[in-house]
């Protein structure tokens, strides 16, 4: 299409297709590095030729930013003047993160608007629960039931008694926990928080006192990159495309991954670990690194404390022992690390994986541990801070309240005495164990859960060992649901709320998920039914239980508050399209490390307080020792999809043109020993369910191991596989990744 050509596009377009290297220079690269003559080219300005888009005669475009997914790219909503439907949504050629990319799930962003199944009104159920027979009720009715159940049930039984969860921000995230803070339910949490990036943001806190390092690069000025259990080509597109142009540039690419995926694809070095075994790798590596002196000795000595118990654990962690843990070879351990130390700058990212491990936080405090030996901490090309614009932040405890939520509450919190780190003040949002409430809801033990409200998140699928997460459902007396459309989660529901999409919201986005040096605004670009924003239904239940002088009239009032310190309006940065501040390198001079003893932690003493290891060892996964004959295939479930958003979108015809069916990747040696032929459909069956998927046969996965993909409704739902049988020390995440399964041919029924 001729949109590419439109300001650098098809430059850009032209990394991701031909950044492969041949393997001759893929090696003069890394001995380039351990040489200390590598060099790579400097960042291009963005062109000053781009053209200012432009509407066609009888449209009118609406900038705006695309919450399809946290890269939250900016966007043009082009719509017909008179009557305001939306006619498509481009890229903007003006961002200077994307350059006018936008993914398939931006440009298929009109079916969130129009599709036909689609809420646009309030519903009450008025059958059996799970039936999916509701009537439509005005949005009064509707809030007025859910403010008198939710307080009935508080004043009953208990704020404890109350279930208030939700999905992945979309900008109203925190105003919901602030809600549940006030209200003073203890019981508030999501699907991802224990198993997306809390893990890591805990992780910085102990480690580095709060600072982000680990999760904003300085790309543009990076000799090497480091990607660990991430493929941002499905799952971070704006980070794809900055990790694509450094390596055009010359920086080096490491991959640490057990799949062959499209970013291990354009590795100079690729380690293909067994799921689970991570920390071992990590640990070998920084073994090598200290054994070999390759630390950044001042920076050590200066801004880190613990170095030397580090260098005792890690000693017996030899690239040797660790080739037995991970299958990976020792030399390729020894050669990763030496790269990773060994160049002018590096820059490690991190992803869902590592959230995801049986021992979450603490192999996410060895990667930074591996960083910080390093020197890579804020300095430029390696692990940065974002910048500050100046707006009051949404993610932090005052915001949410989390003070005020009273003492005797907090005890009562399910998961409050096992999993600190997840329930206590050390996380970003102190929130219950959700496995723990699940069975809560399901058994009444330790006490009954009687009413849930859950905004965003379609639960039934999105948690793990979902026919737990059923039956604790099925279990409750009341269920207020608020989303985009009718999901498995909705059917269940006495009040559904319909929300609005992102092209029908305002918003305020600040996030090193975005942008490192941009605060981007979002603005409504259209309306369908009586969808509401969440920000909206959350002020007005407010104001119904009582609480409306603690929130806001509207959303648009709340921006205007948050960006009051920066001195706009809502409407004035609206105006300026985003708000810039440039990086500042090694702030960490000023004032130090804001942890107890002002340094990097290598060594938690926070850790050790809250009954955690204060220095990560290894631990094998839950379900270790040898494959059984029962359960012969060890599991991975993290494979995402590039067209969808976890269960997001699975009603788009567009995108599901691009990934129509549930996949289950498999070596076809190992489909070949259980009878299996590409696109067969199986029956994956582990210790917690079963769930169907359509066999693709790839050499990149391991023989014996197999790798699902979530997000896929009903009897595809590869959580209904994901066993509850240990949590993660002080976080209590679920082990996705590192179980074992069977899978056995399934036909489809004639």
Request: glycine share 8%; net charge neutral.
């Amino acid at each position: 299409k001729e949109e590419i050509s439109l300001g650098g596009k098809r430059a850009r377009f032209a990394n991701y297709l031909s950044a492969g290297r041949d393997p001759t220079r893929r090696a003069q690269i890394l001995d380039e590095i351990l040489a200390g003559r590598h060099t790579v080219s400097p960042a291009a300005p963005m062109s000053e030729t781009v053209p200012a888009y432009t509407a066609q005669p009888g449209e009118t475009v609406t900038p705006t930013v695309c919450f399809s997914c946290h890269s939250t790219c900016e966007a043009l909503v082009y719509s017909e003047s008179k009557t305001g439907e939306v006619l498509r949504v481009e890229g903007d050629p003006t961002s200077p993160q994307t350059r006018g990319i936008l993914c398939a799930k931006g440009l298929a962003a009109r079916d969130l608007l129009y599709n036909p199944t689609r809420l646009k009104m309030p519903l009450r159920r008025v059958g059996a629960r799970g039936e999916g027979k509701f009537e439509e009720i005005s949005w009064d009715e509707a809030l007025e039931i859910t403010a008198d159940k939710l307080l009935e049930f508080r004043d009953r039984y208990g704020p404890q008694s109350l279930a208030l969860l939700e999905g992945t921000r979309r900008g109203w995230s925190r105003v919901y926990s602030r809600f549940c803070n006030l209200f003073g339910a203890p019981n508030h949490g999501a699907a991802g928080w224990a198993q997306c990036l809390w893990p890591r943001l805990v992780d910085c806190n102990l480690t580095f006192g709060g600072a982000q390092y680990m999760e904003a690069f300085d790309f543009p000025n990076t000799h090497c990159i480091l990607a660990w259990g991430v493929n941002p080509p499905t799952s971070w597109g704006v980070r794809a495309a900055d990790i694509m142009d450094a390596r055009m540039r010359g920086a080096a690419l490491l991959v640490i991954d057990p799949q062959l995926s499209e970013t291990a694809a354009k590795a100079d070095l690729w380690l293909q670990p067994r799921p689970g075994t991570d920390m071992a790798l990590a640990l070998a590596m920084i073994q090598v690194i200290i054994s070999e002196n390759l630390t950044d000795v001042p920076f050590v000595r200066e801004w880190t404390a613990g170095f030397d118990r580090v260098a005792e654990q890690t000693r017996a962690y030899t690239p040797a022992w660790a080739e037995k843990v991970t299958g990976v070879p020792a030399e390729k351990i020894v050669l990763a690390a030496r790269v990773y130390a060994q160049a002018k700058s590096a820059c490690l990212i991190r992803g869902l994986a590592l959230d995801q491990m049986h021992d979450s936080v603490q192999v996410c405090r060895a990667t930074s541990i591996l960083t910080s030996i390093t020197g890579n901490i804020g300095r430029p090309g390696g692990n940065i801070l974002v910048s500050s614009r100046g707006e009051v932040s949404q993610n932090t405890h005052r915001f949410i309240c989390s003070d005020e939520l009273p003492e005797p509450m907090r005890r009562l919190r399910i998961g409050y005495d096992e999993f600190p780190l997840l329930c206590g003040e050390l996380s970003p949002v102190p929130s219950a164990h959700m496995p723990s409430l699940w069975r809560a809801m399901a058994t009444g033990k330790p006490y009954p859960i009687r009413c849930a409200m859950i905004f965003g998140s379609n639960a039934v699928v999105s948690y793990t060992n979902s026919d737990m997460v059923q039956k604790a459902l099925e279990n409750l007396d009341f269920l207020i649901v608020s989303d985009l459309f009718l999901t498995p989660t909705g059917r269940m529901a006495d009040i559904v709320l319909p929300a609005s999409a992102w092209l029908e919201r305002d918003n305020v986005i600040s996030s090193f998920q975005s942008n490192n040096t941009h605060t981007l605004i979002q603005q409504k670009a259209a309306s369908v039914g009586q969808a509401r924003s969440d920000v909206d239904i959350i002020c007005e239940l407010a104001r119904r239980v009582g609480l409306g002088g603690r929130f806001w009239k509207d959303a648009r009032a709340l921006y205007d508050d948050l960006l009051a310190p920066a001195g706009v309006t809502f409407q004035e940065a609206a105006k300026r399209r985003r708000l810039y501040a440039p990086l500042r390198y090694e702030t960490y001079r000023e004032k130090g490390f804001q942890t107890p003893s002002g340094k990097i932690e290598l060594y938690s003493s926070l850790a050790k307080q809250n009954g955690c290891d204060p220095v990560p060892r290894y631990t094998p996964p839950f379900e270790s020792g040898r494959p059984s004959e029962q359960y012969p295939l060890l599991m991975s479930t993290g494979r995402h999809e590039s067209a969808f958003r976890i269960s997001e979108n699975r009603q788009n015809p567009y995108l599901l043109e691009l990934a129509p069916r549930a996949y289950l990747y498999i070596n076809p040696a190992t489909a070949e020993q259980l009878g299996i032929s590409d696109g067969m459909r199986v029956r994956v069956q582990s210790s917690a369910g079963s769930a169907f998927a359509y066999a693709r046969f790839t050499f990149g996965m391991a023989q014996g191991v197999v790798q699902g993909v979530s997000g896929w409704w009903g009897e595809y739902n590869i959580n209904k596989t994901v066993p509850w049988d240990g949590f993660a020390q002080g976080m209590g995440t679920v082990c996705a990744r590192g179980y074992y399964c069977s899978v056995t041919p399934a036909p489809e029924e004639e």
